[in-house]
């Protein structure tokens, strides 16, 4: 191409024809600007499709984080062995059998055993944290953007305040009422009932009875936050999916 380029230059250079020669050097011109114009196009094809790919790796590992969430604080609250309806449940036997005339019933063993199990669930923020590292810009939709930001940095750690609160009553106040009041019986090294050393004496002990209300209210709070993060969690998902389809 060049070279037929060149043949026609130095036909009209020969021909003596200024004229034709102008509009030879405009028309080279003008292909090497569109030559130009047609390689940055292409760059930018190219960059921007290296752009989605890595929004869409990105969000996919956001969406990884949001699968693992979702299935761990449905455990948390539902299916675990020690689950959060589980622990409020023999709170509130706990209590009812302590308020109560009745004396103590080897059914109560398992419940005494559930009160002091509090569930833990730790959420998964490795994908955020690869995008933070990336910028967040880097999601086109600025909608999406916004609520992947709200998720991770207000919503995520509401359910690490309430856990910690939920912790920190059990290790200050519940777990010295358990070595002190009660005897452990365990299968295969792991703890399963907790009997009573004095039943009669527990359902006298005012202060234990304050300990399981205010931790029940604990376990309550617990429940309702930790159900807000389930629901943000699969909000935000179907968000992410929806850009997919």
């Given at each position: 191409?060049?070279t037929?380029?060149?043949?026609?230059?130095?036909s009209?250079?020969?021909?003596g024809s200024?004229?034709?020669?102008?509009?030879?050097?405009?028309g080279?011109?003008a292909?090497?600007?569109?030559?130009?114009?047609?390689?940055?196009?292409?760059?930018?094809?190219?960059?921007q499709?290296k752009?989605?790919?890595k929004e869409?790796?990105?969000?996919?590992?956001?969406l990884?984080d949001?699968?693992?969430n979702?299935?761990?604080?449905?455990?948390?609250?539902?299916?675990e062995?020690n689950?959060?309806?589980?622990?409020?449940?023999?709170?509130n036997v706990?209590l009812?059998s302590?308020e109560?005339a009745?004396?103590?019933?080897d059914?109560?063993s398992?419940?005494?055993r559930n009160?002091?199990?509090?569930p833990?669930?730790e959420l998964?923020v490795?994908?955020?944290?690869?995008?933070?590292?990336m910028?967040m810009d880097?999601?086109?939709?600025?909608h999406?953007?916004?609520e992947?930001?709200?998720?991770?940095?207000y919503v995520?750690?509401?359910a690490?305040?309430?856990?910690?609160?939920l912790r920190?009553?059990?290790?200050?106040?519940?777990?010295?009422?358990?070595?002190e009041k009660?005897?452990a019986?365990?299968?295969?090294n792991?703890?399963?009932?907790?009997?009573?050393r004095?039943?009669?004496e527990?359902k006298n002990?005012i202060?234990y009875?304050?300990?399981?209300?205010m931790y029940?209210?604990?376990?309550e709070?617990?429940?309702?936050?930790?159900?807000?993060?389930?629901?943000?969690t699969?909000?935000?998902?179907?968000k992410?999916?929806k850009m997919?389809?």
């Open positions: 191409m060049l037929f380029l060149r043949k026609i230059r130095k009209f250079i020969d021909s200024s004229q034709k020669y102008l509009l030879y050097a405009i080279e011109i292909l090497v600007v569109i030559g130009i114009l047609i390689a940055l196009q292409i760059n930018n094809w190219n960059e499709k752009k989605v790919n869409r790796n990105a969000l996919s590992e956001i990884s949001l699968e693992v979702s299935s761990s604080l449905e455990d948390n609250l539902y299916h062995q689950n959060i309806l589980q622990a409020i449940e023999s709170l706990v009812l302590l109560n009745s004396g103590y019933h059914s109560l398992i419940h005494f009160v002091y199990n509090y833990y669930v998964k490795s994908g955020y944290e690869s995008l933070s590292s910028g880097l999601v086109a939709d600025q999406v953007r916004s992947i930001g709200k998720y991770y940095t995520v750690p509401i690490g305040t309430a856990l910690r609160e920190d009553d059990f290790y200050k106040y519940m777990i010295g009422h358990m070595q009660f005897v019986k365990s299968v295969n792991k703890m399963t009932l907790l009997e009573p004095n039943f009669s527990l002990d202060q009875r304050q300990s399981l209300i029940l209210d604990l376990f709070y617990y429940k309702v936050e930790t159900l807000k993060v389930l629901v943000e699969k909000q935000l998902q179907m992410i999916e997919y389809n």
